[in-house]
């Protein structure tokens, strides 16, 4: 008999220009698809649960008019909306994926999903015989669907499943892998790291503090100030009540990690002594304005030759193929013996997660990488 159960999905609708998405215009809701979840074919592939998935900002960024230019190709209209998540194994027919396996990675928010999922991603055109690139990016443009599903190890208890959408997700490799690659780190330095509270940030903390760093660290509220002293900062504060450049010029740095761009990476350049380094992992403070609305920077730019300024943007992409593999063999064990932390921010139900990208994008939520509970095994 088939066994059909409800298959809601969030749906994104329409490109957002200034600002957040609108809930209910830009990113919907859908409840009107089922599934059959004993009989639905395979196609030589596997039926997946969906347990968690992750609000992340670089959702927004995928979500621009697809004539921007950017680091990622954009997220096709009428489709799921495809993020980063944590599924369990139904049912498989594929070599080397069994029923009760966990994977991480890119997937469609819906209930319930034969993977590999291939309706919504990007679309391809052939260049020649060898390459193929995205339609609406460029030869440069990171392809962000291939980051696919991967099988993860059980943690057995050691640590809660959602650190996988978090400090041993995406954002805690992207922080890993460049800060060991291009930090340089020195015990007794001064680095500022902004969006200290994020799922990027709260590990790059940690890997400072470990290298016996001196710690300044800011996000945009208090809770989010008092969970920064938690994972150890030195100083930690709030950018909307206190002047990034006042903390900053009572502190010279040696390194600034930005995850913000715009006005935090100019009150960076003014504090950074000569020689000192920039790493380059995000911009959350553009992704909500038209690209024509993104303030530049540029009245101390000349500050980058006159100090000797070293800068390094990065991709995780780049990085991950060599990093990864030291990555995971070193911080789940320092999570799993406590010598390193990480808190999520639980919200759940699937229907949820609209609201909770929304009010991340918008610096509303608690402390901890917010990650949305879609169902239990």
Request: charged share 20%.
């Amino acid at each position: 008999m088939p066994r059909n159960v409800p298959n809601p999905r969030i749906m994104f609708m329409k490109r957002p220009g200034d600002g957040p998405p609108v809930i209910g215009e830009h990113i919907t809701l859908d409840t009107s698809r089922s599934i059959d979840l004993d009989n639905v074919p395979l196609n030589g592939g596997y039926l997946s649960k969906t347990l968690l998935i992750s609000p992340e900002p670089a959702t927004r960024e995928r979500m621009r008019d697809t004539k921007t230019p950017s680091y990622t190709t954009t997220l096709p209209l009428g489709k799921p909306v495809v993020g980063f998540g944590l599924v369990v194994v139904l049912r498989s027919e594929k070599d080397g994926i069994k029923p009760g396996d966990h994977l991480y990675g890119m997937t469609p928010f819906e209930a319930y999903t034969v993977q590999p999922y291939v309706e919504g991603l990007c679309q391809y055109s052939r260049v020649d015989a060898s390459r193929l690139i995205p339609v609406n990016g460029h030869q440069d443009t990171f392809d962000m669907d291939s980051l696919a599903l991967q099988v993860v190890p059980d943690p057995q208890g050691a640590f809660p499943w959602t650190r996988y959408c978090g400090i041993l997700g995406v954002p805690g490799l992207s922080a890993f892998a460049g800060f060991e690659v291009y930090a340089n780190a020195k015990e007794g330095e001064t680095i500022y790291v902004s969006s200290g509270a994020g799922g990027v940030g709260s590990l790059v903390v940690q890997l400072a503090k470990m290298k016996g760093m001196k710690v300044i660290a800011s996000a945009g509220s208090d809770d989010k100030v008092e969970y920064m002293k938690k994972l150890g900062a030195d100083i930690a504060f709030n950018y909307k009540t206190t002047p990034v450049a006042e903390v900053l010029g009572e502190n010279p740095l040696d390194l600034y990690w930005d995850n913000v761009g715009g006005s935090q990476l100019e009150a960076a350049i003014d504090a950074l002594k000569v020689h000192g380094r920039v790493i380059a992992c995000g911009s959350s403070g553009d992704y909500n304005l038209a690209y024509e609305d993104r303030p530049p920077v540029g009245y101390n730019t000349t500050l980058i030759f006159k100090k000797r300024l070293l800068i390094n943007g990065f991709l995780i992409s780049d990085l991950a193929p060599t990093m990864a593999p030291r990555f995971f063999s070193e911080i789940p064990a320092l999570l799993a013996t406590g010598k390193m932390t990480s808190e999520e921010h639980l919200v759940h139900g699937i229907e949820n997660w609209p609201t909770a990208f929304v009010d991340m994008l918008k610096g509303a939520l608690p402390g901890g990488k917010p990650v949305v509970v879609v169902a239990q095994e």
